[in-house]
């Protein structure tokens, strides 16, 4: 089947068989290979890209189900020379250890400050609660997430 | 904790009464600065001539971490590479009797099959090399290898494996390990015990302290099997160059000893294998030795093209390894006033299938039994022991979980019979500077009491 | 994965007709958070997936004179955001952020959780306490069905091959009743129910009335615990013996089984647990 997805704000298509995931296509057809395949049965959440601004594993869409419809993976939040907010406090902060985690940790993250900008640590946890880390305990990546958001507030302010 | 360094030897000048042995000198190694420095001025030396000591700093990979743009393994492609699945046995113990890949080999898009039989010298490991590759004559866990195909597409892969044909003859599977070490239990490697390895530390007369001791405690304790789950499935891929110098990716650890072992599996020289190891993506110990590399680089050499395979979850939880369970038995003397004088401890760990890092756990998970305190009398049994499960390797720490879980619940055991403070009873039997290791080792650094004692503040203890 | 189909549809007519021409191989999908995990287990013989997640008239949550109408293909994270429910059915929004994670809420809808049909479904026992029901379109044309004669067994419904539900209503008579959700799993998230569980009642002149009491994870399919209710109806909302006494004749409706996850033993003391605290939570939010 043919697909057509925005990926990034760029159209990209592809033509695959009906079988295919999201995170297939992104990986293989696409050669982004940012989202990562840690389980293929959406429990480890290292899939995460969000699917018309929405937080989902990648690995349980169907191309045919991201046809037509916009995903923003790891690739399209930062550039090395313009890092996303999130990846540069993840960065202060030493949130990731071996990495693998990582980007869909912070898509997962950014899913949830575009939602709710002011989240409280409960709030970041349940955001996260899809994301397995089996290296950090976490604890430096909620840190992280609650200390931007407690920037963007103070420079709101 | 303030240490006088004076004419080379260093006295300690105000640690507090309770965390000093009553007949103890503390004798530290002749220091490298100056007579008569204090340990403020120590660690302002140092820092001169390292600076970093002290300062924060941004992991080098924090960045390709955050864009995602580390590559691991499953990340990168090789031109005009093939796939490559492992068939594993279904059954935890059984003799092979035949293995047919004939009707696999016509599958589409599969270029090449691969048996036990085809492997030059089948078998490798950390500490013995009794693990095949692939499993020509018998199996020993669910899991078990027993064939592997290379092919154009991982589905491909999948559906040759379906058409693999294994006959085996049962077996009586043993799962439990203190029954594995009976004579008459099934042997897992025929002709060899289950018990494969054990270590022995004997220190001091136990049973003439026994007898003389206040009190004994005897308590038993096991710990299960963890499985590591490292968010990166273990990953590796293998081609040849036209110098015939194999090349292979892996996410394994220990790329020496990878290499070793590729050498004598395929009975080429060192100088023909180059082992690329890459960022991973978590290993805590289960990327410490080959899975199906020598596979991959056999697959590769009939087809001519690379080869790749990554574990499925599946597979991680199958046939990789795992944290030995523990079985442990404590039994400890000790006085009115909570002094250990006596500790007697055998330890059986499930050596799972195959060695692996047993030999070293359990070695370690012995030195590490009695805890570290102060023990005159000791003796440590531990055993390695086969079973019909999964290889049991290295996971952090090695033993010493195991063991601290048990000799630390014991403890609180103890304290709480004898009606002395969990605490207490610690900093009266923990290891000071200068005391003895149980393999005779003379500790120093020692900090075991100060850490108590500063943990217990942190905690609040006292207010409890 | 295997092959299979992929059928996009533009209504619920369509995605019926599909389902027939393939039946009965054919399945409808929406998050496809579990569809797809039994076809990668190959324990599936799904050979046509029929995608409705997209369907209009599957989605939305109003109010219409039947009651609080929730559309087929909403989704979890949906129904926990929205006014509606939270106005009229809060408990559904409990349950709903009890499922897996942000994620597979993101994906997963009401309709998948309910035709998944598992045992420890955690959407069930609200819609059942609340005496929600299903409406179904087929090739035969409408019909409607209740939770009880929708689940059949572990992992099968009353539907045929070519039945879709098209939407779940909450009936007027229960909007805005004092009903309550629990479920204990051994983590907050990305766990399955060990046993989940729904309360709903009425206190008039501190009598309970209206007494529905429903458990899942505890039996083939989410139940009803009939006499547990039946002790309740009619009798003192201040009474805590007659509370014990209900919880433990729920005990005697269901059938718990021993599993890696807890033992039998373990899940008959959540069992009184989860069915008293969802009652007495109710009777304090009756008060309010």
């Known amino acids: 089947m043919e697909i057509k997805v925005t990926v990034n704000g760029a159209e990209k298509a592809a033509s695959v068989p009906p079988e295919t995931t999201l995170l297939s296509v992104l990986r293989e057809q696409w050669g982004m290979t940012g989202s990562k395949s840690g389980c293929e049965v959406g429990d480890c959440g290292a899939c995460t890209v969000l699917l018309d601004g929405k937080p989902v594993n990648a690995c349980l869409v169907l191309a045919g189900q991201a046809n037509g419809r916009d995903v923003l993976s790891i690739e399209g939040l930062g550039t090395p020379n313009n890092l996303d907010p999130l990846q540069k406090i993840f960065e202060t902060h030493a949130s990731l250890q071996c990495g693998f985690c990582g980007p869909g940790v912070i898509m997962s993250a950014k899913a949830l400050l575009n939602k709710n900008p002011d989240p409280t640590r409960h709030d970041v946890r349940d955001a996260l609660a899809g994301n397995l880390c089996r290296c950090t305990g976490y604890v430096k990546m909620i840190d992280a997430v609650m200390e931007l958001a407690a920037n963007n507030k103070s420079e709101a302010a | 904790m303030v240490i006088t360094v004076k004419d080379g030897a260093a006295t300690d000048t105000n640690t507090p009464e309770l965390l000093k042995r009553a007949d103890a000198d503390i004798k530290l190694p002749a220091a490298p600065h100056k007579p008569g420095s204090d340990l403020q001025t120590i660690i302002a030396d140092v820092n001169q001539q390292t600076p970093a000591v002290g300062q924060r700093v941004v992991r080098v990979d924090a960045r390709a971490h955050g864009l995602g743009r580390t590559e691991y393994i499953d990340d990168m492609t090789w031109p005009n590479q093939l796939f490559a699945k492992v068939k594993r046995a279904e059954v935890a113990h059984a003799r092979i009797t035949s293995v047919d890949v004939s009707e696999a080999a016509k599958m589409p898009g599969v270029k090449a099959t691969l048996v036990g039989t085809e492997i030059p010298v089948n078998s490798f490991g950390p500490s013995y090399q009794d693990q095949p590759l692939i499993n020509a004559d018998k199996v020993r866990h669910v899991g078990d290898p027993v064939a592997a195909v290379a092919a154009e597409t991982e589905q491909q892969c999948i559906d040759a494996l379906k058409k693999i044909k294994v006959e085996y003859e049962p077996l009586t599977p043993i799962f439990d390990a203190i029954e594995a070490m009976k004579d008459d239990a099934p042997q897992v490697h025929e002709g060899k015990s289950n018990i494969y390895a054990s270590k022995q530390i004997k220190k001091g007369d136990v049973e003439k302290a026994f007898a003389e001791c206040d009190h004994i405690f005897e308590d038993s304790f096991n710990t299960q099997m963890i499985e590591h789950v490292p968010l990166e499935p273990h990953a590796s891929a293998a081609t040849w160059d036209v110098n015939g110098r194999l090349l292979v990716w892996s996410s394994l650890g220990r790329i020496t000893l990878g290499r070793a072992d590729l050498s004598r599996i395929l009975q080429i020289p060192y100088n023909k294998i180059r082992v690329t190891a890459t960022i991973v993506g978590g290993n805590f110990g289960g990327k410490n030795e080959l899975t199906v590399e020598p596979i991959l680089a056999l697959l590769a050499k009939k087809t001519d093209r690379p080869v790749r395979h990554v574990f499925t979850r599946e597979d991680e939880f199958l046939s990789s390894t795992t944290r030995h369970p523990f079985f442990m038995d404590y039994k400890t003397g000790v006085m009115n006033d909570g002094t250990i004088v006596a500790r007697k401890i055998k330890i059986v760990c499930d050596g799972g299938s195959y060695c692996s890092w047993s030999e070293t756990t359990m070695g370690k998970g012995c030195i590490l039994a009695a805890g570290p305190y102060n023990i005159d009398n000791l003796e440590v049994n531990a055993y390695a022991v086969y079973t019909n499960k999964v290889m049991t390797g290295a996971m952090r720490g090695f033993g010493a979980p195991q063991v601290c879980f048990a000799y630390e619940s014991h403890m609180d055991d103890i304290a709480h019979a004898l009606g002395i403070d969990p605490l207490e009873i610690r900093m009266k039997n923990a290891f000071y500077e200068g005391s003895s290791s149980p393999t005779g080792q003379q500790l120093q650094s020692v900090a075991v009491r100060e850490s108590l004692q500063m943990a217990s503040e942190r905690a609040g203890w006292k207010e409890a | ?288």
């Open chain 3, 1 to 288: 994965m295997r092959p299979f189909e992929y059928v996009s549809v533009s209504n619920a007519e369509e995605a019926v007709k599909a389902l027939a021409a393939a039946a009965p191989n054919g399945k409808p999908v929406a998050g496809c958070t579990d569809l797809l995990v039994e076809i990668k287990h190959e324990a599936s013989s799904a050979e046509t997936l029929v995608d409705i997640s997209q369907l209009e008239e599957l989605r939305g949550i109003e109010l219409t004179d039947q009651g609080l109408r929730i559309g087929a293909s909403v989704t979890h994270t949906e129904i926990m955001d929205s006014d509606l429910v939270a106005e009229h059915a809060p408990a559904l929004q409990d349950a709903a952020h009890t499922i897996g994670a942000v994620q597979t809420r993101t994906l997963g809808t009401l309709a998948g959780n309910l035709v998944t049909c598992v045992p420890s479904m955690d959407s069930g026992p609200t819609l059942m306490a609340l005496e929600a029901t299903v409406n179904i379109l087929g090739s035969k044309g409408t019909r409607s069905s209740s939770m009880e004669e929708l689940f059949v067994f572990v992992r099968k419904t009353s539907l045929e091959a070519d039945e879709i539900i098209t939407d779940i209503v909450v009936p007027t008579k229960n909007l805005k009743k004092p009903t309550v959700f629990h479920k204990f799993g051994l983590r907050k998230g990305q766990a399955l129910a060990l046993v989940n569980a729904a309360g709903s009642l009425h206190v008039k002149d501190g009598k309970m009335t209206d007494v529905r009491i429903s458990l899942g994870a505890v039996a083939p399919v989410v139940i009803r615990c009939l006499k547990a209710e039946a002790h309740l109806e009619g009798k003192s909302a201040d009474d805590a013996q007659v509370l014990n006494e209900a919880a433990e004749i729920a005990l005697s409706e269901t059938s718990p089984i021993d599993d890696f996850r807890a033992s039998k033993a373990y899940r008959n003391e959540l069992i009184k647990i989860l069915t008293k605290r969802c009652i007495e939570q109710s009777i304090a939010l009756s008060q309010k």
